[in-house]
């Protein structure tokens, strides 16, 4: 018997835990001597407000619907990547290699070659560490961990000794060329006669993005591999029983979790900086953790929490602008909702599953 | 079984090679470097013994690095404003132990995922310390720079100086031995401390027992909740020291984000040391040693190649691959390790 209803499960103990997160941030605020109402209003307006903030939300959102998808499929094979980081920054310099030294006449023909050029440099950096978990028993968070690490120092050492055009001090590629340019929305919205967003790096691999969310749940619900993939999350016995391969699950399970991290780098370095600069993934890939379990590891939930981390990403930056809240406050936010729809799940269910519990039995009496 | 013995003499017999052909071909930078490393090493061996109490009890822990940069904060903040390393330090450990109790809470009392727990505890301790730093001091997230009894000064060990005459021992003696802030020594001296107490008492043998399979222990009427409580704590409380060293003794002061991966590092010795206190001694004083030859030697010519820092310094995560890859020796954790206890009832 359920405890309680889906509809409780789904929608009320996110909210409670996320309500939890905002409601210690304000302490936190008011513990720095600032107004938490002053906050959320500037960040409110400055995220929301005007097509401006909208842009650089909707940027921000692209890069967490990658990662927290990343973390989603993963997490339906029961396991945790904390590598979208390291995944999503090879995906960089997969774009970079590809869009450097392939000859792409339009970005048409540049976008679909770039995706498959990061999500082939992320699914690979998340091949190790999948093979060893799946055929050497080695736990995949501390391979992902240590993979962040060699990630970072790989890319450095790319980025100032072979990337680094000649003369050029700042360690970053040079620039891709005119023809690779995804088109931002506003030149799409301006394209149409319309003013929108104008200066904002929101582009078109946000409908990549959106067009991802839906694939991943094809994939997960209504395919055969995406059975497979949840029957082996759910117990790995049962699924041994059924015939599926652990290790195939596994391995193919990462591949497409270090594919979609690695697909981020579409929209920061395809379609933002336009070249390939040191860290330019910036913590996207850990925030993937933070949404896919606010999302209740469904699309349509990772796409929501995206959505509110890209506006907490933007409002967080307004922030620091015009007030005296640094930016670091939107990590806090971060850490406390990992903490409350993660690790503390249980106590918000706990108390939640015994009121439905005596509801029901006041119900049956 | 004599295969055994060997693979666990590896570690010490290659850090013992590192430094004799160091001091062999460039032996005026080697003394420096080696007393370099010992200094590195400090924070790592505290955060790994630190890991292995929690994890040996069956709570794994992640959230070394956000421990460890909370008590760097905290200690440093205290060390600043009363200008004190010692309570400082009880600060660092203070600061630590808070997070320590969250992360109990979450994976010992609700049994929630004790890795969303650490990831999350990092990210707190990133947040706070910068957001609270900037409102106490206003220096951009920086504690300000601490002088004299505000840091744990070095001190000289008996007969430094008599002996500094005796060939190879003396120097050996005066200039890598002596010579380090008390916390240097507090931490080698946990080493045979944690052996001692993890093997030779009661206490030690419920730690592990707990780790590996709880229920047994809960059968013999000891709780499991209290025990791993004890583990998570005691973490704390090196965490916490690890980070006041960081920021009292090595550095003058707190920066943002200065833990830089130690804790992770911390973990990865932890595997290397396949959760055993001597092991972690001389796995974090190959991290140590492996840092500061990075540190000295920014791109290391061996004649026919040239070694860049990024590849040294991404060296103890790579060697921790191999080693969970199984080629060299299996590390086996803790059987318990990560599964919240739930009593039957």
């Known amino acids: 018997m359920e405890k309680m209803p889906k509809w409780a499960d789904v929608i009320l103990t996110p909210l409670i835990s996320l309500f939890l997160a905002m409601a210690i941030s304000a302490l936190v605020i008011l513990a720095i001597g600032e107004s938490p109402w002053v906050a959320l209003t500037t960040m409110v307006d400055g995220a929301l407000g005007s097509s401006y903030g909208w842009g650089f939300t909707l940027y921000y959102t692209t890069n967490f619907i990658f990662t927290g998808l990343a973390v989603m499929v993963a997490y339906h094979a029961a396991l945790f990547n904390i590598g979208g980081e390291g995944q999503a920054a090879m995906g960089g310099l997969g774009v970079a290699l590809v869009l450097l030294y392939l000859p792409l006449p339009h970005w048409l023909i540049a976008l679909p070659v770039a995706m498959i050029g990061a999500a082939a440099f992320g699914a690979a950096w998340a091949l190790i560490p999948a093979w060893l978990q799946a055929k050497r028993g080695s736990h995949i968070v501390i391979t992902t961990i240590m993979f962040n690490f060699i990630a970072a120092a790989a890319l450095n050492y790319?980025?100032?000794?072979?990337?680094?055009?000649?003369?050029?001090?700042?360690?970053?590629?040079?620039?891709?060329?005119?023809?690779?340019?995804?088109?931002?929305?506003s030149d799409m919205a301006a394209a149409i006669g319309m003013e929108w967003g104008k200066n904002t790096p929101v582009n078109v691999t946000f409908f990549v993005a959106i067009a991802a969310c839906l694939l991943v749940w094809l994939l997960i619900w209504r395919t055969r591999l995406g059975y497979q993939i949840r029957a082996f999350g759910k117990s790995e016995p049962g699924a041994l029983y059924a015939g599926i391969s652990p290790a195939r699950i596994t391995i193919i399970a990462m591949l497409i979790s270090g594919g979609l991290a690695g697909m981020m780098a579409i929209n920061n370095v395809m379609g933002e900086s336009e070249r390939l600069v040191l860290n330019a993934v910036e913590g996207a890939g850990f925030i993937g953790i933070a949404v896919a379990l606010m999302g209740r590891n469904h699309p349509l939930g990772v796409f929501l929490a995206a959505l509110l981390f890209g506006f907490l990403y933007q409002g967080g930056g307004e922030l620091a602008l015009w007030t005296s809240i640094p930016r670091e406050l939107i990590i806090v936010i971060q850490a406390l909702v990992i903490l409350f729809t993660g690790a503390l799940d249980n106590m918000v269910r706990m108390p939640l599953e015994r009121l439905f519990l005596a509801l029901r039995k006041r119900g049956d009496a | 079984m004599k295969l055994d013995v060997l693979k666990d003499a590896l570690t010490p017999i290659i850090v013992l090679g590192i430094c004799l052909i160091w001091a062999l071909i460039d032996s005026s930078r080697a003394m420096q470097g080696m007393d370099s490393a010992l200094r590195l090493m400090t924070p790592l061996l505290l955060a790994c013994l630190a890991g292995l109490y929690s994890e040996r009890a069956g709570v794994f822990d992640i959230g070394l690095e956000g421990k460890m940069l909370m008590a760097a904060f905290t200690a440093a903040t205290?060390?600043?404003?009363?200008?004190?390393?010692?309570?400082?330090?009880?600060?660092?450990?203070?600061?630590?132990?808070?997070?320590?109790?969250?992360?109990?809470?979450?994976?010992?009392?609700?049994?929630?995922?004790?890795?969303?727990?650490?990831?999350?505890?990092?990210?707190?301790?990133?947040?706070?310390?910068?957001?609270l730093g900037i409102k106490i001091f206003g220096l951009g997230g920086r504690t300000p720079s601490l002088q004299g009894s505000g840091r744990f000064q070095e001190i000289t060990l008996p007969f430094a100086d008599a002996l500094s005459g005796v060939p190879v021992i003396g120097p050996i003696y005066a200039q890598l031995i002596s010579g380090h802030s008390i916390l240097v020594y507090v931490a080698v001296l946990c080493v045979p401390l944690t052996w001692w107490v993890l093997f030779r008492t009661r206490f030690g043998l419920r730690l592990r027992a707990v780790g590996e399979n709880p229920a047994s222990v809960d059968t013999a009427g000891v709780s499991v909740t209290r025990q791993r409580y004890v583990a998570v704590a005691i973490c704390g409380v090196l965490c916490g020291i690890a980070g006041a060293y960081l920021a009292t003794g090595l550095s003058a002061g707190f920066v943002k984000e200065m833990t830089a991966g130690r804790g992770f590092i911390a973990l990865a010795a932890l595997i290397f040391a396949k959760w055993r206190p001597w092991g972690a001694l001389f796995a974090t004083l190959l991290f140590g040693l492996l840092e500061s030859i990075a540190n000295q030697y920014p791109n290391l010519d061996l004649g026919f190649v040239t070694i860049p820092s990024m590849f040294m310094n991404a060296l103890p995560y790579i060697l921790t691959v191999i080693i969970l890859a199984g080629f060299v020796g299996r590390a086996i954790p803790p059987r318990a390790g990560g599964e919240p206890y739930v009593k039957e009832r």
């Not at chain 2, 309570?87 to 010992?108: E, M, P, V």
């Open chain 1, 158 to 185: 790319v980025l100032v000794n072979i990337l680094r055009p000649v003369g050029s001090m700042d360690p970053a590629s040079a620039r891709f060329p005119e023809s690779t340019h995804l088109p931002s929305i």
């Open chain 2, 78 to 131: 205290v060390a600043a404003l009363t200008n004190s390393a010692w309570l400082g330090l009880l600060a660092g450990i203070g600061g630590a132990l808070t997070l320590s109790l969250i992360h109990g809470l979450a994976s010992i009392t609700f049994r929630g995922n004790q890795l969303i727990s650490g990831v999350a505890i990092n990210f707190l301790a990133s947040g706070l310390t910068v957001l």
